[in-house]
């Protein structure tokens, strides 16, 4: 299928591109790596009547960790994030949620700011930065500012972005030493959106309790969800069995999700019920291992 | 909308809508048909070219995202009428049967081995996640990426 007639635009710099946003208001799409925007024009589900290719403006690609942070272009693409080694050695939720998307072709062009943009709660990033309690930076007409990405993602499909405003880079902060992650994802084939996921990053202090934990689900509601009474029952705790199956519950119980093709609600329940369980174990072992 | 890319190593230009699509591009202007579509909505990998020399599909890029690339189809991977040693591995691995997923397969999996020359037989099968066949069961096709990887591997 043909997508529909649109103007292409290619600014060199983010000041151009906001006034282009500017000028041309919600008929304007910022483009980035197009593998949400370009399916979503076939169906007709966006017709912009200008695309704004920000691919050509230099600078919004690197993955660089200092003072405290780890920063991330918003045109860095998953496959930059899978192969760069600072991801690779401390950021293993980061690696596990990159290597779970599409498939390697896609991840050669889909970014990460557009999956966060994007505000699909299909998509796999939001979770992963809710758990990593994240920030990201828009830009816009009158300068910069950083979003947590709590506030992030208000509603189905709509962000925090204003519609003049373009997501320049996301912020993590640098995980403590004994610090672990996971992304455990179902999906009905490879390569698809999640049935369900939990993406989870805690770190332990030196008896091996919890300090501080972030649970985040997946494709289980209108907006990615925090799986807030989970982490409030875990933190300080060396949880158990009990206590493990006791957050699987709660974290279900905060899920949203709806029948669809991937399965029932209830389905969808009992898999964040079951995944939010391995993914703080399989987390609590990297931590162990990384001390 | 001019375009420019340097196609199999040939400059070309052309004027062409913005919504282009690539692949469209490249089938119907440039007539380069070994580009095959499958499903037309980025699953199934038969579209896979490389674009500066990175697997891409080209179904879901506009041809004008490509302006200034140098792009490489499944017809420029011989050189001087020698099949590229994927193309060879393919041929004599029976790694193909109708052939309508091949050139997509060949492409994505010289990209997979360029990044990881010796995978096992679980990475090759991880890599070749975005490409479908709906002939050869794979295994077939895991056979002759990893013949070509031990072939490229002995200095071919
Ligand atoms: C076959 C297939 C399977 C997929 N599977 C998965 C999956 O399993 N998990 C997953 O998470 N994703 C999946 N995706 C989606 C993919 O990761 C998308 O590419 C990604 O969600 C969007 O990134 P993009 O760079 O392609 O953005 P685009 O498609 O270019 O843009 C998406 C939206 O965000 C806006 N936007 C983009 N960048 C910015 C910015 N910097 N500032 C402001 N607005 C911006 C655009 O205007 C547009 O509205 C899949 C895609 C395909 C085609
Ligand atoms: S035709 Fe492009 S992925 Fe199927
Ligand atoms: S050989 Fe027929 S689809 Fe793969």
């Given at each position: 299928?043909?997508?529909?007639?649109?103007?292409?635009?290619?600014?060199?710099?983010?000041?151009?591109?906001?006034?282009l946003?500017?000028?041309?208001?919600?008929?304007?799409?910022?483009?980035?790596?197009?593998?949400?925007?370009?399916?979503a024009?076939?169906?007709?589900?966006?017709?912009?009547?200008?695309?704004?290719?920000?691919?050509?403006?230099?600078?919004?690609?690197?993955?660089?960790?200092?003072?405290?942070q780890?920063?991330?272009g918003?045109?860095?693409?998953?496959?930059?994030?899978?192969?760069?080694?600072?991801?690779?050695?401390?950021?293993?939720?980061?690696?596990?949620?990159?290597?779970?998307?599409?498939?390697?072709?896609?991840?050669?062009m889909?970014?990460?700011?557009?999956?966060?943009?994007?505000?699909?709660?299909?998509?796999?990033?939001?979770?992963?930065?809710?758990?990593?309690?994240?920030?990201?930076?828009?830009?816009?007409?009158?300068?910069?500012?950083?979003?947590?990405?709590?506030?992030?993602?208000?509603?189905?499909?709509?962000?925090?972005l204003?519609?003049?405003?373009?997501?320049?880079?996301?912020?993590?902060?640098?995980?403590?030493?004994?610090?672990?992650?996971?992304?455990?994802?179902?999906?009905?084939?490879?390569?698809?959106?999640?049935?369900a996921?939990?993406?989870c990053?805690?770190?332990?202090?030196?008896?091996?309790?919890i300090?501080?934990?972030?649970?985040?689900?997946?494709?289980?509601?209108?907006?990615?969800?925090?799986?807030?009474?989970?982490?409030?029952?875990?933190?300080?705790?060396?949880?158990?069995?009990?206590?493990?199956?006791?957050?699987?519950?709660?974290?279900?119980?905060?899920?949203?999700?709806m029948?669809?093709?991937?399965?029932?609600?209830?389905?969808?329940?009992?898999?964040?019920?079951?995944l939010?369980?391995?993914?703080?174990?399989?987390?609590?072992?990297?931590?162990?291992?990384?001390? | 909308?001019?375009?420019?890319?340097?196609?199999?190593?040939?400059?070309?230009?052309?004027d062409?809508?913005?919504?282009?699509?690539?692949?469209?591009?490249?089938?119907?202007?440039?007539?380069?048909?070994?580009?095959?579509v499958?499903?037309d909505?980025?699953?199934?990998?038969?579209?896979?070219?490389?674009?500066?020399?990175?697997a891409?599909?080209?179904?879901?890029?506009?041809?004008?995202?490509?302006?200034?690339?140098?792009?490489?189809?499944?017809?420029?991977l011989?050189?001087?009428?020698?099949?590229?040693?994927?193309?060879?591995?393919?041929?004599?691995?029976?790694?193909?049967?109708?052939?309508?997923?091949?050139?997509?397969?060949?492409?994505?999996?010289v990209?997979?081995?360029?990044?990881?020359?010796?995978?096992?037989?679980?990475?090759?099968?991880?890599?070749?996640?975005?490409?479908?066949?709906?002939?050869?069961?794979?295994?077939?096709?895991?056979?002759?990426?990893?013949?070509?990887?031990?072939s490229?591997?002995?200095?071919?």
């Amino acid at each position: 299928m043909i997508p529909p007639s649109f103007e292409y635009l290619t600014p060199s710099n983010i000041s151009d591109a906001v006034a282009l946003l500017q000028k041309h208001g919600d008929e304007a799409k910022i483009l980035a790596g197009g593998h949400s925007l370009i399916p979503a024009m076939r169906l007709r589900l966006a017709e912009p009547g200008y695309l704004i290719d920000i691919s050509g403006i230099g600078g919004l690609d690197y993955i660089q960790e200092e003072s405290g942070q780890l920063r991330i272009g918003a045109m860095t693409c998953e496959a930059a994030l899978e192969e760069s080694e600072i991801v690779q050695s401390k950021y293993p939720l980061l690696l596990d949620t990159a290597k779970m998307i599409a498939d390697p072709s896609v991840r050669n062009m889909a970014t990460v700011g557009g999956n966060l943009a994007h505000g699909d709660p299909a998509n796999d990033h939001p979770a992963t930065m809710l758990a990593l309690r994240a920030s990201v930076v828009a830009e816009g007409p009158n300068g910069t500012r950083e979003i947590k990405i709590d506030d992030f993602f208000p509603d189905f499909f709509t962000t925090a972005l204003a519609e003049d405003e373009i997501l320049t880079e996301i912020r993590i902060p640098s995980p403590p030493s004994a610090s672990g992650g996971a992304y455990l994802k179902i999906e009905r084939k490879v390569g698809d959106y999640a049935a369900a996921a939990v993406a989870c990053q805690l770190n332990i202090d030196s008896s091996g309790s919890i300090e501080n934990i972030g649970l985040g689900l997946t494709n289980v509601g209108s907006t990615p969800i925090r799986a807030s009474s989970a982490e409030e029952l875990l933190k300080g705790k060396k949880p158990d069995e009990n206590m493990l199956a006791e957050a699987g519950r709660l974290a279900a119980a905060d899920s949203e999700p709806m029948e669809d093709l991937r399965g029932s609600a209830e389905y969808k329940r009992a898999l964040v019920n079951e995944l939010t369980q391995r993914a703080i174990k399989l987390s609590l072992q990297r931590a162990e291992g990384s001390r | 909308m001019k375009v420019s890319m340097r196609v199999n190593g040939v400059d070309h230009e052309h004027d062409v809508e913005p919504r282009t699509l690539l692949v469209q591009h490249l089938r119907e202007n440039l007539r380069l048909t070994g580009t095959h579509v499958g499903c037309d909505t980025s699953q199934c990998g038969a579209c896979t070219i490389h674009v500066n020399g990175e697997a891409v599909k080209a179904c879901t890029m506009f041809a004008i995202q490509a302006d200034g690339a140098e792009i490489t189809t499944i017809e420029g991977l011989a050189t001087n009428g020698e099949l590229h040693p994927m193309q060879k591995a393919f041929w004599e691995n029976h790694g193909l049967q109708c052939g309508y997923c091949t050139p997509g397969m060949i492409m994505a999996s010289v990209d997979m081995l360029k990044n990881n020359p010796n995978p096992t037989e679980e990475e090759i099968r991880h890599g070749l996640e975005g490409n479908f066949c709906r002939c050869t069961g794979y295994h077939n096709i895991v056979k002759s990426v990893k013949a070509a990887a031990e072939s490229m591997q002995g200095g071919a």
